[in-house]
């Protein structure tokens, strides 16, 4: 008997008989049980407003010299996860796929959405500004986010909101 996959045989033992004994046959089922694969999705990272990297998973148990090219259909990975997704943990799942000598077993894996870096642009800013004068700060940011302003040393200037007051020059 050769085994080539999961699933159920019947064999046959027979004797042709002679001229003494007549012909016998007797069956007996087999039944071959798949052997289980894991398939463990692996992490990955991307920075919010990246695309979704490939997504992969790693595969072990199988038998004798088998790898995944002996696969009949093999299983995808995905995410909830999208492009705009906030900063954050998403599942990256397993699913589908089929074989005839493997049963198939899924881990999740995690993909981590990562904040981006922003930079700010000062649109309108004094030079030089003299005591007791005032100017309208403007600024953006590559975020959209609102831009604050404060002043690290009040004794030279201070900050309301937007507006810059020189105290000393």
Same mark, same amino acid.
């Given at each position: 008997?050769?085994?080539?996959?999961?699933?159920?045989?019947?064999?046959?033992?027979?004797?042709?008989?002679?001229?003494?004994?007549?012909?016998?046959?007797?069956?007996?089922?087999?039944?071959?049980?798949?052997?289980?694969?894991?398939?463990?999705? %692996?992490?990955?990272?991307?920075?919010?407003?990246?695309?979704?990297?490939?997504?992969?998973?790693?595969?072990?148990?199988?038998?004798?010299?088998?790898?995944q090219s002996d696969l009949d259909v093999l299983p995808i990975a995905s995410t909830t996860a999208t492009v705009?997704?906030?900063?954050?943990?998403?599942?990256?799942?397993?699913?589908?796929?089929?074989?005839?000598?493997?049963?198939?077993?899924?881990?999740?894996?995690?993909?981590?959405?990562?904040?981006?870096?922003?930079?700010?642009?000062?649109?309108?800013?004094?030079?030089?500004?003299? %005591?007791?004068?005032?100017?309208?700060?403007?600024?953006?940011?590559?975020?959209?986010?609102t831009v604050l302003f404060e002043s690290k040393n009040t004794a030279v200037a201070i900050v309301s909101g937007?507006?810059?007051?020189?105290?000393?020059?």
């Open positions: 008997v050769h085994i080539t996959r999961g699933g159920t045989a019947t064999i046959t033992a027979s004797q042709a008989g002679n001229a003494l004994w007549n012909p016998a046959s007797t069956p007996q089922t087999l039944t071959v049980n798949k052997v289980d694969l894991t398939f463990t999705a %692996e992490n990955a990272t991307k920075p919010y407003l990246a695309y979704i990297p490939v997504l992969s998973w790693m595969v072990s148990g199988f038998l004798n010299d088998d790898d705009n997704s906030p900063v954050g943990d998403y599942p990256i799942t397993i699913s589908g796929g089929s074989d005839n000598s493997y049963n198939f077993i899924f881990a999740d894996g995690t993909l981590t959405i990562t904040k981006i870096d922003q930079t700010i642009i000062f649109t309108g800013y004094p030079e030089k500004i003299l %005591e007791k004068d005032t100017y309208d700060l403007e600024a953006s940011s590559t975020s959209d986010l937007s507006q810059l007051t020189a105290v000393k020059p």
